[in-house]
Every structure is written in C-alpha cells, then in structure tokens.
C-alpha cells in the first residue's frame, strides 16, 4: 500500500509563529492553499473546525471550486446539525465536489469550546452521542425506504434522503479521539482512524487498541498521524529553524498575553504530554517542544532534519501500519510547497524501491529477503 498525504487549509493565514491579520476569511489565500497542496501532490486537505471558527462546508465547497483532483477532509463535530440533515448535506456536498469528500468526526476535546456553541453534554456523553449520530447518519446514506428512529439523543419518523453519497457504500469516515469511549466509537464506525504525532511506542500501542477495537466489531480500520515537519539542508539547520520556531511562538504568545499552556481535556492532548515530559527530542526525530508549550494544543510535535532524514523516520511509522500522514507547517503555504518539493517524493520512492525489492527476492529464499532488508 503506498503512503498517502493529507494537508491542511485554513480560511486566513494564521499559525504559531504568524499572527493573524485582517478579517477572518481571505478567499484569496484559500483559493491560492488549496491549489498549492495540488500542485505539491497531496492527495486530500483537512478543514478543520473549532467553535469560533468559519464555516468548513461552506469553505470545502468553496475550495473545491477553485482545484481539481485533490480530495478533502471535512472536520464536523456532532451535535450542533441534526444527523439527518448532516447526511444530506454531506451526500450533497459529495455530488458537488464529483465524489472528493471525506468527513472527520471530532467529537471535542474542551468543555470551553463545545460550550460556545450551547453544548454542555460530559466528555463522555459526547462519545456516546457521537456513537448514535454516526448510527444515523449512516443508516440515512444506505436506506431506500423511510425509517424511524428513537434513541437517546436523536428522534425521528419517516426518515429518507434522495440524495445518496455518490462514493459507495458511503462516505469515508475519520475518526479523532483517543480515550476509551472514543476508541470503542472508532471501533464501531471509522474507515480511517487518526492519531496526533506520537512517540513510535505509544503511536504502536494506540494502533494495536483501535485495532482490538474494529476487530470486536468484525471490521477493518486504517490509520492516519499527524506531524509538523522541519525541514532543513543539514540536520544543523534544520534543528536551528526548529529552535527559531519555538522562540518565534513563545514572543507571539507573549505579545498575545497567552498563558503558557496546561493540559487539555482531551486524551490525545494527554498522550503529547507524555512523550513531552521525556524531553524535547524523542526517538531521535520528534520534537515535543511545541507541544509542551501550548499544553498539547493540536497537531503540535514535529518531525525535525533534512528531507532525507524526516522521510526515513516517517516511513518508520508506516511500518507500524500507519499508511496515511497529515502534515502541516509553521510557515503553511511555503512548507507545503517544500513538502511537495522534497518530502512527499522520497517518501514514494522509498517505499516504491522497497516494494521493488520484495518483488525480486522469491519468497522462498528467507536468506536473500535477509540481504535485501
């Protein structure tokens, strides 16, 4: 299976070293982020979505328009759209952009965040609706006859679309949360579960769990990681922009009266605390200072040395059973085009040479698959 590549497109141009300027849309910059992870070779863009974030519907459909080939990944959070409606939307949605949509269920990590848009449901709670809702939302997509449901957060009669996922059987489900409810939702409904950029041991673990957990189900899961590669000519430089990036973040932070980050709710915030309280470098490549000092706050460790060096330690992952990376920079629209430049083609032909060599060694010749490893 070769290795796929997912970027990540905001609505303005805004990171951790990049103060957000002007109004919170810029249809320009979203236009030319959009295409530029095409032109690079990505193969799908996540949107992602908070509580006081624009709208990602309405900005996958509007970066749809402006590519295309390059598929998307819509983040949505169950709750706030009843499911019945979500489906319609979605199904829609799929038809518009010729069948290039992908949703990512997030089912939220921050009571804070959850509560800006009136929902005041536990951590827990939300797992369990999120459980019901994807039920729903997936039993609209496949039914041809209208249906009632009564659960317990969801009431319906006669439910029934017209419009169908134009990807059969539906569309593709990713899947974000690493506490036990999460990992027992993932377990039931994901096509492609997502881990935050781990340590290889604990990103080992959680892929072993989830795996448990679709098998219990009688299913099949695939797996996603995300990382914040930094590239560089030498390792030195490499390791030098790393050190620029975090003393960059921490004088914006300053400037911006952010407190220096605690622990989230979430358990994937949790688990990028752990490998962050070993040191700032970790399995020789992965850099948690980021993440340490934003408490964990989203896809946040890094992946650090030449193009080379990165691309070696991400086929690493893959060997885990981890087949898909989400990757993002610090500086977003030129690192992506770096990527596409540099990393995403080693990645390939690393992996494309070492399937060539398995081809070639006859399996019945345990010595020479030896050599050739």
């Excluded at 989400?326 to 500086?331: A, E, K, Q, S, T």
Aim: some cysteine.
């Amino acid at each position: 299976m070769s290795a796929q590549f997912i970027g990540m497109i905001q609505p303005h141009e805004v990171s951790e070293i990049i103060a957000r300027r002007g109004p919170a849309i810029d249809p320009a910059y979203v236009r030319a982020f959009a295409q530029a992870h095409e032109y690079a070779g990505f193969d799908r863009i996540l949107v992602p979505a908070s509580g006081s974030s624009p709208d990602t519907l309405l900005t996958v459909n509007y970066a749809a328009a402006a590519t295309k080939n390059i598929n998307f990944l819509l983040a949505h959070r169950p709750g706030f759209v009843a499911p019945t409606l979500a489906a319609r939307q979605l199904a829609t949605l799929d038809h518009y952009t010729g069948g290039r949509v992908a949703v990512h269920i997030i089912s939220g990590g921050s009571d804070e965040d959850q509560q800006r848009d009136g929902d005041f449901l536990s951590h827990d709670e939300r797992y369990a609706r999120t459980d019901e809702y994807l039920g729903l939302l997936c039993r609209v997509w496949g039914e041809d006859k209208p249906f009632d449901h009564e659960g317990r957060y969801y009431r319906a009669k006669a439910v029934w679309s017209e419009v169908k996922p134009l990807q059969q059987p539906h569309i593709p489900i990713y899947f974000g949360g690493a506490s036990a409810p999460a990992l027992e939702v993932a377990g039931r409904h994901a096509n492609l579960y997502a881990l935050w950029g781990e340590s290889l041991a604990q990103a080992g673990d959680l892929v072993q769990r989830v795996r448990a957990a679709a098998a219990l189900n009688k299913r099949e899961i695939d797996f996603s990681i995300s990382f914040r590669p930094i590239l560089g000519a030498t390792e030195a430089q490499a390791w030098d922009r790393a050190q620029h990036i975090l003393e960059t973040t921490r004088h914006l932070r300053s400037e911006q009266s952010y407190a220096r980050g605690g622990p989230q709710q979430s358990e994937g915030a949790r688990r990028l605390l752990a490998d962050a309280a070993n040191g700032d470098r970790v399995d020789e490549r992965l850099w948690t200072a980021i993440a340490r000092e934003t408490g964990g706050r989203s896809n946040t460790t890094s992946l650090v040395g030449t193009s080379e060096q990165v691309a070696d330690a991400l086929i690493k992952y893959y060997d885990l059973g981890i087949h898909t990376f989400l990757i993002r920079g610090f500086d977003p629209l030129p690192d992506t085009l770096a990527y596409g430049r540099e990393l995403l083609p080693l990645v390939k032909d690393k992996l494309a040479s070492r399937k060539r060599v398995s081809v070639a060694v006859p399996h019945s010749s345990p010595v020479l698959q030896a050599l050739a490893a």
